[in-house]
């Protein structure tokens, strides 16, 4: 407990002022502060505060022998600071390589391991669903089997049945239709018989059977004979045009080469060259002698239709031509009209043209590509 009659009267009215309860705090704590930083009371308070000269000087030193300590011990560590960091960096360094090591090693084993498991799980899932799926096929097979094996004996006894039925419609048709063809074959070879009867009466009460034999005879042996003269005639025909077609086509060949070398002579002139040797005609390719006369034969058939629509008109104007000769006193017979066999040159060449594209259609042609 401090002791306030030392302070000076004024100050000791103050502190003894008296304070009521209910007073401002504030107001209270000042006044304790007052008392507190009052001269007496702050000498006496500092001389219970510092420790005697000595003890000072006795502290004193022992802080400077601490401090010297201290700047030494920081001295000897800031000497070998830099070998210490290199050699913490390092150990740090060779722990992060081993570690950095460990750990990509790690991975490594973990990534085979985790491919080798998602494989594996994924051919279990397949072996699953495999076996899954032959079960499936099991049972669907042997059902199939079953409802075929069922069906083919359904369709075997249907069959079968329908067989007998057929083969019994089959009797019965074959029995009616030979009773029904039987009785018209017999019907059909009494109206025969009876129209041959007929027949001979009618010939014997007009002329006789032999005598219209013989003209039956007769008639056939003429048509005949007509028949192979057409025939011959026919032959000797295609014959003479197949001869005429070569002639022609030797001269279209000779035509043709004739204008190559006259175009190849044409271009050297030209050009200032040597004349070239003679050209032979290209892609001529050999008409068979079928085709020749198949196209003879239409061209001869397409000719005498032609004639015969334009007979009359050529009729027509060979008497108007007579009756032109004879106003004028010229003496020309009459010219005939008649159908020539061979045709002109021009119609030749043409359908020497024409057999060449049709040799070169039905040739054998390139695969494209």
């Known amino acids: 407990m401090l002791d306030y009659s030392i302070c000076p009267p004024p100050c000791q009215e103050v502190i003894a002022h008296e304070i009521h309860p209910g007073m401002d705090v504030f107001l209270k704590g000042n006044v304790e502060k007052v008392r507190t930083y009052l001269p007496p009371m702050r000498h006496k308070i500092n001389k219970e505060r510092f420790i005697s000269h000595d003890d000072k000087l006795k502290e004193n030193r022992l802080r400077h022998a601490q401090i010297l300590r201290e700047r030494q011990a920081h001295k000897a560590e800031v000497s070998g600071k830099w070998a210490r960091v290199r050699d913490e960096n390092m150990r740090l360094r060779d722990a992060s390589t081993a570690a950095k090591a460990l750990k990509e090693r790690r991975q490594t084993l973990w990534l085979a391991q985790n491919a080798v498991a998602a494989r594996t799980g994924l051919l279990a899932k397949l072996l699953v669903y495999q076996r899954h799926a032959n079960a499936r096929f099991a049972v669907q097979n042997s059902a199939a089997k079953r409802i075929q094996k069922v ?219």
Do not use: H
Request: aromatic fraction near 8%.
């Open 151 to 369: 069906a083919r004996g359904y369709i075997g006894w249907r069959r079968t049945m329908e067989e007998v039925k057929m083969r019994a419609l089959r009797r019965r048709v074959e029995k009616f239709l030979f009773q029904r063809l039987f009785v018209r074959r017999i019907e059909r070879r009494k109206k025969s018989a009876a129209l041959i009867y007929r027949y001979c009466d009618e010939i014997r009460e007009a002329e006789g059977l032999r005598t219209v034999a013989q003209r039956f005879r007769l008639s056939v042996i003429k048509a005949q004979k007509i028949i192979r003269n057409f025939l011959s005639v026919r032959r000797t025909k295609i014959e003479v045009l197949l001869k005429y077609w070569s002639l022609k086509e030797e001269k279209y060949q000779a035509m043709i080469t004739a204008e190559e070398e006259k175009a190849a002579a044409k271009g050297a002139k030209g050009k200032g060259k040597a004349k070239p040797a003679k050209a032979k005609v290209k892609n001529w390719l050999p008409v068979p002698d079928e085709l020749k006369k198949e196209m003879i034969r239409t061209q001869l058939k397409t000719r005498k239709k032609d004639f015969e629509e334009q007979k009359e008109e050529l009729m027509m104007e060979a008497e108007v031509q007579m009756a032109k000769n004879l106003i004028k006193g010229v003496e020309v017979g009459p010219k005939c009209v008649v159908f020539r066999m061979l045709p002109s040159e021009e119609e030749m060449f043409a359908l020497i043209v024409e057999a060449q594209e049709r040799v070169a259609d039905k040739g054998p042609r390139k695969k494209s590509p």
